[in-house]
């Protein structure tokens, strides 16, 4: 799942041209497009964060679990100058339970730190992976473990 959560790519897209930006790689231009921002949006503590948002709020559908299916729904939305998303739609889909498990749960995100252009916040579209692995192959622990001391 650690490989998972570092594969979620918030790539951000440019509002009318659809031009697919990377974090990290976006360079300040001199004359850059009026549309296109400076700095992508980023969920309130980053990609870890967010895939701990995931682990924590995603119920996998027993029909996928039965049947075996792990993936990533793609979606697509829009984080709104002050942060909130809206818009949500399958970019990608995965099994038709996961898919409106993936939809349930981006319903549920809080506000994300906006894309910003000059210094300014603007409105962009982003897509994200919403991840789901089988439960019976990964498992995480959530307390720390605590080895045996006696000898």
């Known amino acids: 799942m650690k490989t998972l959560?570092?594969?979620?790519?918030?790539?951000?897209?440019?509002?009318?041209?659809?031009?697919?930006?990377?974090?990290?790689?976006?360079?300040?231009?001199?004359?850059?497009?009026?549309?296109?921002?400076?700095?992508?949006?980023?969920?309130?503590?980053?990609?870890?964060?967010?895939?701990?948002?995931?682990?924590?709020?995603?119920?996998?559908?027993?029909?996928?679990?039965?049947?075996?299916?792990?993936?990533?729904?793609?979606?697509?939305?829009?984080?709104?100058?002050?942060?909130?998303?809206?818009?949500?739609?399958?970019?990608?889909?995965l099994e038709p339970a996961c898919d409106a498990e993936a939809l349930r749960v981006a319903a549920l995100l809080p506000a994300w730190h906006p894309a910003r252009r000059k210094g300014f916040p603007v409105a962009v579209s982003i897509q994200f992976p919403v991840p789901f692995a089988n439960a019976d192959i990964v498992k995480f622990v959530k307390e720390p473990v605590r080895k045996n001391d006696a000898k």
């Open 5 to 93: 959560l570092l594969l979620i790519l918030v790539l951000p897209l440019a509002a009318s041209a659809q031009t697919v930006l990377r974090p990290k790689r976006m360079q300040v231009q001199a004359h850059g497009a009026a549309n296109r921002p400076d700095q992508a949006p980023e969920y309130p503590g980053g990609p870890d964060a967010l895939g701990a948002f995931f682990q924590e709020n995603i119920k996998y559908p027993d029909a996928a679990r039965v049947k075996g299916i792990t993936g990533n729904v793609l979606l697509n939305a829009r984080v709104a100058a002050d942060g909130r998303l809206s818009g949500f739609v399958l970019a990608q889909p």
